[in-house]
T-cell receptor
Framework: IVMTQTPHSLSVTPGQPASLSCTSS???????????VHWYFQRAGQPPQLLIS???NRFSGVPDRFRGSGSGTEFTLRITRVEAEDVGVYYC?????????FGQGTKVEMK | QVRLVQSGAEVKKPGTSVKVSCRAS????????ISWVRQAPGQGPEWLGR??????????VQKLRNRVTFDADETMTTAYLVLSRLRSEDSAVYYC?????FGSGSHGMAAWGQGTTVIVSS
């Protein structure tokens, strides 16, 4: 399954919202009723860290300004108010079908 | 909360093998899937496959199927990746990550190792 993220990069003013898109080449809805798309954030020199699992479940400790949504093949990560610490690369990942696949990432920078 | 601690950096010659370990501190890999992910310089992460020690199941990406092996110790606290017949294009940071699988909870890879740099050079 190919995961396509847009935009490739995003320059955001602190305090403003940001919207990141992820499109899959096949539906990520499994027969068990769950949709297996997840969002990760990576700072330079650090491992990726889980932000959102199964479309919209914020991982423990993730600020509520991060919101995941979508269904089928179209998914969105919204940051309601971008902060300086949000600078880095965001990846969507599908786990409905082997091999699991990452999107190519969206780089978020501060204006 | 489980913390994953990986082995140190490796410099290897082409054609040789590398073994990377991933130790779970504060927990085990029981009922978990251990994914291995690598990231070449300036590139995005690439999922290499996963190992589920509870059921002894491994899945590998097609391109590495003949060169990579996953394993774990009997206590399910340390996982291993072995990559053989190394090539220069295998130079990357290798990460282990712990998550769920179908029937065992969320698939989100919640815990990650710090990464192991593998350099393949003659």
């Amino acid at each position: 399954i190919v995961m396509t993220q847009t935009p490739h990069s995003l320059s955001v003013t602190p305090g403003q919202p940001a919207s990141l898109s992820c499109t899959s080449s096949q539906s990520l809805l499994h027969s068990d009723g769950e949709t297996y798309v997840h969002w990760y954030f990576q700072r330079a020199g650090q491992p990726p860290q889980l932000l959102i699992s199964e479309v919209s479940n914020r991982f423990s400790g993730v600020p509520d300004r991060f919101r995941g949504s979508g269904s089928g093949t179209e998914f969105t990560l919204r940051i309601t108010r971008v902060e300086a610490e949000d600078v880095g690369v965001y990846y969507c990942v599908q786990t409905v079908q082997l091999p699991w696949t990452f999107g190519q990432g969206t780089k978020v920078e501060m204006k | 909360q489980v913390r994953l601690v990986q082995s140190g950096a490796e410099v290897k010659k082409p054609g040789t093998s590398v073994k990377v370990s991933c130790r779970a501190s504060g927990g085990t890999f029981r009922n978990s899937a251990i994914s291995w992910v690598r990231q070449a310089p300036g590139q995005g992460p690439e999922w290499l496959g996963r190992f589920i020690p509870t059921i002894g199941s491994s899945n590998y990406v097609q391109k590495l199927r003949n060169r990579v092996t996953f394993d774990a110790d009997e206590t399910m606290t340390t996982a291993y990746l072995v990559l053989s017949r190394l090539r220069s294009e295998d130079s990357a940071v290798y990460y282990c990550a712990r998550g769920g699988y179908f029937g065992s909870g969320s698939h989100g890879m919640a815990a990650w190792g710090q990464g192991t740099t593998v350099i393949v050079s003659s």
